[in-house]
């Protein structure tokens, strides 16, 4: 038992750093749940791990979880453990801070994102939470919004966070398109600073997408790559992987040409829509699914101007031929 223990202490040390940049995101238009991350420690270095994936808890329905920053099983079980009995992302926060798996010598070298999906008659909302310990290696930081939460340690810079927000941010179409865009903000040499004498980002990524009513080992998209040769980029090997998964996968997102140009983003007192088919319906949707602006949309360039809070909002534009084309959009006071 006491060898068994041992072992399980120096898994836990040697996965310390797992992992280095990562999002966290849901849809609240579908229900879908998100995750994607990648690290300068594999699965060669570490057999078994399954590389950067193993920091990525994905439970269908209801939300993610990613641990990471000296990851320790235990509290990624736990953090499972809260969102199953319904905490909010910030209280499973608060709950992993007052009862780390390491006592004080864990908790403040810990890097967690959460999100919570919410489903009250169908219309679903979110919440995001995020914590970056003073005594996690730099540079270090999070970045949260409205359905999602980006973070990162042992970066370069965290500007590499700020590339992968404003990707997310502004790509349209589903989920698994938004995440991708995201970890191609992080596709740089030494985004995880361990790893800018390889001339890659990182070692390992993943991608996992689930639909709601997916099953916890059935996941609607679960992509990684645990380890690659030298000099490969596992975000490059990544993309190929999504890229042959749209093309094999009947469920898949197909590509999509994009209805519109939209902008400026983030918005003030309005946005441009610059439509590229005659004509199209356009709908503005916030956090809760509520429609805030409804209109018929034209070719070429119009402006819409509604009142509204500052927040992030999806503009749904609707095509006669069916297609249907979203774009987030953050409105600004």
Not at 89 to 115: F, H, K, M, T
Not at 135 to 140: A, D, Q, V, Y
Not at 243 to 248: G, T, V
């Amino acid at each position: 038992m006491r060898y068994l223990l041992f072992l399980l202490c120096l898994l836990s040390q040697a996965l310390s750093a797992q992992d280095t940049f990562s999002i966290v995101a849901v849809d609240t238009l579908t229900g879908e749940v998100g995750s994607a991350g990648a690290s300068c420690l594999d699965n060669t270095q570490f057999p078994g791990s399954g590389g950067a994936r193993i920091i990525s808890d994905v439970l269908p329905g209801l939300g993610v979880i990613h641990t990471q920053s000296y990851w320790n099983t235990v509290n990624q079980q736990n953090a499972r453990l809260k969102m199953q009995e319904g905490l909010s992302p910030d209280q499973i926060l608060a709950w992993l801070y007052a009862n780390d798996a390491e006592g004080l010598l864990g908790r403040n070298r810990r890097q967690y994102g959460i999100v919570r999906l919410y489903n009250a008659d169908t219309i679903y909302n979110a919440r995001s939470a995020a914590f970056t310990g003073s005594t996690c290696l730099n540079e270090k930081a999070h970045r949260t919004g409205p359905g999602y939460a980006i973070q990162g340690n042992i970066l370069i810079s965290t500007a590499v966070l700020d590339s992968m927000e404003q990707r997310y941010l502004n790509s349209s179409g589903p989920l698994v398109e938004r995440l991708m865009a995201a970890l191609q903000g992080a596709n740089i040499p030494g985004a995880d600073s361990r790893c800018l004498s390889n001339g890659t980002s990182s070692l390992s990524a993943f991608i996992r997408v689930a639909k709601p009513g997916d099953q916890l080992n059935d996941l609607y998209l679960d992509l990684n790559v645990p380890s690659l040769p030298a000099g490969m980029e596992p975000i490059d090997s990544l993309q190929r992987l999504y890229n042959q998964w749209q093309l094999s996968d009947t469920r898949a997102p197909k590509n999509v040409r994009a209805l519109a140009v939209v902008f400026p983003n983030p918005a003030s007192g309005g946005v441009h829509i610059d439509l590229k088919i005659p004509e199209a319906q356009g709908v503005l949707l916030d956090l809760q699914g509520r429609a805030v602006w409804r209109g018929t949309l034209r070719a070429g360039l119009q402006h819409i101007g509604p009142t509204l809070p500052a927040g992030v909002y999806t503009l749904q534009i609707s095509a006669p031929d069916g297609q249907v084309w979203h774009k987030q959009v953050i409105w600004q006071e």
